[in-house]
């Protein structure tokens, strides 16, 4: 198994990160790298004619909350990203300008007669806080004082625009709790949908909320030293069913997303049986890794260094995924959340890297 950060690395011109999604969403273009080194380009909206009746399709329902805060301690501003709620209550969190504070610190919120009192500050940034309300009075509080935690990459100087409330939102969302939006399901219209049904495609749901360590890179020189983020994840006794039935039947399970992946190999036994799960997950896929729940991913193009690119790595072999990535830079792929997509089919590593 490759250990190397730097294996991971590549060249990406700036000019081919997506600062805007493609209208309509299906319009956007799909790298279908379904048989090693024999790349077709297409687009979204080509997916139909992909797959095949008697397909499982798994996508991500976690809807995104407005989880970037800004918060005042005396004069100081300080900026807030949420990460996760924990059993308690607490909240972790990214912070910015966390020199500045101390644990048991009280901060406040312009405009908002809501507080946080710092429980603890972490390494890195991040830390612990407990907000003076909860349940639907939080809700109320960040629809009033939160904006969405766009990955640092999408430009807004001047912060999220009316267009991005929609445009970082997928068709599946259902339940809110997500800092950051499961972005290969952003390709999704309910045309594509009626039209994937049409073909004999069924689809089922999971629930992930992805976290802000999603946007993060791997710092460390080895993969064996990364720590990875933890995130909440669940998957009804029916959905599982559903997998566990189609698979016996011979169709294909196809992810929508790295974080849909990343749950259902989560809950996989070594026989390939999905069972229903209720809990966090912070599994860490790299090459080595032996997929039992997924036969096929849909997943947008990803930041060098990344452990969502090492993923890729994992599910078609190292050499495969450097070779789609110069394709798609080359062809002028447009990268990242609101970019452009592929279509990858399990190569397990033992006969394919």
């Known amino acids: 198994m490759n250990n190397r950060v730097q294996d991971f690395d590549f060249?990406?011109?700036?000019?081919?990160?997506a600062q805007e999604p493609a209208r309509p969403r299906d319009s956007a273009r799909l790298l279908d790298a379904t048989t090693p080194?024999?790349?077709?380009?297409?687009?979204?909206?080509?997916?139909?004619?992909?797959?095949?009746?008697?397909?499982?399709?798994?996508a991500n329902d976690t809807a995104v909350i407005r989880a970037q805060l800004y918060a005042q301690k005396g004069k100081a501003h300080i900026g807030i990203t949420l990460d996760q709620i924990r059993p308690n209550g607490t909240w972790h969190v990214l912070i910015r300008n966390a020199r500045r504070l101390?644990?048991?610190?009280?901060?406040?919120?312009?405009?908002?007669?809501?507080?946080?009192?710092i429980q603890a500050l972490e390494d890195g940034g991040s830390g612990i806080l407990m907000f003076s309300v909860e349940g639907s009075r939080f809700d109320e509080?960040?629809?009033?004082?939160?904006?969405?935690?766009?990955?640092?990459?999408?430009?807004?100087?001047?912060?999220?625009?009316p267009?991005?409330?929609?445009?970082?939102?997928?068709?599946?969302?259902?339940?809110r709790g997500a800092v950051a939006a499961p972005t290969a399901g952003l390709h999704f219209t309910h045309r594509l949908l009626d039209e994937l049904v049409s073909k004999g495609v069924q689809r089922q749901t999971i629930t992930l909320h992805v976290g802000a360590g999603t946007f993060l890179?791997?710092?460390?020189?080895?993969?064996?030293?990364?720590?990875?983020?933890?995130?909440?994840?669940?998957i009804t006794p029916e959905t599982a069913h559903a997998i566990n039935t189609t698979r016996q039947a011979g169709g294909r399970i196809i992810a929508v997303g790295t974080t849909t992946l990343r749950l259902l190999e989560s809950a996989v036994?070594?026989?390939?049986?999905?069972?229903?799960?209720?809990?966090?997950?912070?599994?860490?896929?790299?090459?080595g890794y032996q997929f039992r729940a997924v036969d096929m991913l849909i997943t947008n193009f990803h930041l060098p260094r990344s452990t969502l690119f090492v993923l890729v790595s994992a599910f078609v072999g190292l050499n495969q995924a450097r070779y789609i990535y110069t394709h798609a830079i080359t062809k002028g792929y447009r990268f990242y959340s609101y970019g452009d997509a592929c279509l990858l089919r399990y190569i397990p590593q033992t006969h394919y890297r």
């Open 11 to 17: 060249s990406l011109p700036k000019t081919l990160i």
């Open 37 to 58: 080194y024999h790349l077709l380009d297409r687009s979204i909206h080509h997916l139909p004619h992909l797959l095949r009746s008697g397909d499982l399709l798994i």
């Open 102 to 117: 101390k644990v048991g610190d009280i901060l406040t919120f312009p405009n908002t007669t809501v507080t946080a009192c």
């Open 269 to 287: 036994d070594t026989s390939g049986i999905i069972h229903p799960f209720d809990g966090e997950t912070a599994i860490f896929i790299r090459p």
């Open 141 to 161: 509080f960040l629809h009033q004082a939160g904006t969405l935690a766009l990955p640092p990459y999408i430009h807004r100087p001047y912060g999220p625009t």
């Open 217 to 234: 890179p791997i710092r460390e020189e080895k993969l064996s030293h990364h720590h990875m983020h933890s995130e909440r994840g669940v």
């Open 163 to 175: 267009c991005d409330t929609h445009d970082y939102a997928t068709i599946f969302e259902h339940t």
